[in-house]
């Protein structure tokens, strides 16, 4: 069965500086991974996705993400964080017919002045 | 472009009582999902969808049922509320390929009483 581990459950970075939020997976075949971000009260948005390729990929708000393969991880990162991106962030793998994604337990982001 | 659009936005039941709630979505998508979204414990699927007329459990589907009678509309219903129904549900679909995202409502808060 596929999983999804999000290690950290808050982190506080101060504004301006860089962020890696990390991610690990649990699947048998080439993942599919995602990465959402969650603001308060609304929906999940995508940031990014990886299928195949390049292992670095660039995403929406600045933030990337890279895929090991040999670690099983893909984490986001973002070089300078802004104020507005305190959100919740949440990794995804997907896989099945179905689409189904089994989500990690989301980490949340804050952001000082 | 209303993209998925979930109703009610906010509810409050009484143990026993039932209720259903609405999920549309106008971007002619093949698949669709209901989660629920408990603090810690990331998105837990409860029903999804591969097509109109189509319904699966997901991870967590006792206490609700599903139908989808129309291609855009998905309805998850909880015949007889419980506390532990107390949640964030939200609702998403994608076009019905795995490696496409997916696009999710702004969510229904639940409460039972």
């Known amino acids: 069965a596929q999983s999804v581990t999000q290690p950290d459950i808050h982190i506080t970075v101060s504004e301006g500086a860089s962020l890696e939020l990390r991610c690990n997976y649990s699947?048998?075949?080439?993942?599919?991974l995602f990465w959402y971000v969650q603001s308060p009260g609304q929906g999940l948005q995508l940031l990014l996705k990886?299928?195949?390729?390049?292992?670095l990929v660039q995403g929406i708000k600045g933030f990337e993400a890279e895929f090991k393969r040999s670690q099983s991880s893909f984490n986001l990162r973002k070089p300078s964080v802004h104020w507005s991106d305190a959100a919740e962030y949440f990794c995804?793998?997907?896989?099945?017919?179905?689409?189904?994604?089994?989500f990690g337990d989301g980490t949340t982001l804050t952001v000082k002045p | 472009n209303a993209g998925v659009t979930q109703t009610p936005k906010f509810r409050v039941l009484k143990t026993g009582q039932s209720m259903t709630l609405l999920c549309a979505q106008d971007?002619?998508?093949?698949?669709m999902y209901w989660y629920r979204q408990d603090p810690g414990m990331g998105l837990r699927l409860i029903h999804y969808?591969?097509?109109?007329?189509?319904?699966a459990k997901g991870e967590v589907p006792d206490g609700y049922n599903v139908s989808r009678l129309k291609k855009q509309n998905f309805l998850l219903g909880l015949e007889s509320a419980a506390p532990s129904q107390t949640s964030v549900y939200f609702c998403?679909?994608?076009?019905?390929?795995?490696?496409?995202?997916?696009?999710f409502g702004q969510g229904t808060r639940l409460t039972v009483v």
């Open positions: 995804a793998v997907g896989a099945g017919n179905a689409g189904k994604s089994t």
């Open positions: 990886y299928f195949s390729g390049d292992t």
């Open positions: 971007m002619n998508h093949e698949y």
């Open positions: 969808s591969v097509g109109e007329g189509t319904t």
């Open positions: 998403a679909s994608r076009q019905g390929f795995l490696n496409t995202e997916a696009f």
């Open positions: 699947y048998g075949a080439t993942p599919y």
